[in-house]
């Protein structure tokens, strides 16, 4: 069974998973245009790397508790896939 996976995620300081516990989807991940500064993405080596406002990113089968993020508040990414 496909379901749609669709949230808007704020960001915080302090970084922070995609998702609480384990969740394999098929996903955009975006930074909207609105943002006011770029969104850091925690990089398997523990360096940053950097989202700007405006830039997004399609992933097959990704588990979003193993991506975290932190940034700038009142800045927000945006997850829009499913489970297929």
Not at 2 to 14: F, H, L, P, S
Not at 24 to 39: E, G, Q, R, W
Not at 54 to 83: C, M, R
Request: glycine fraction near 8%; include cysteine.
């Amino acid at each position: 069974m496909n379901n749609v996976y669709q949230r808007n995620i704020a960001v915080a300081a302090g970084y922070a998973a995609l998702a609480a516990t384990p969740t394999i989807v098929t996903v955009t991940i975006s930074c909207p245009p609105a943002n006011v500064a770029v969104v850091n993405f925690l990089a398997d080596d523990g360096t940053d790397v950097p989202w700007q406002p405006g830039e997004w990113h399609t992933f097959h089968g990704v588990d979003l508790s193993q991506i975290q993020i932190k940034g700038t508040a009142p800045d927000t990414v945006t997850l829009n896939g499913g489970t297929w």
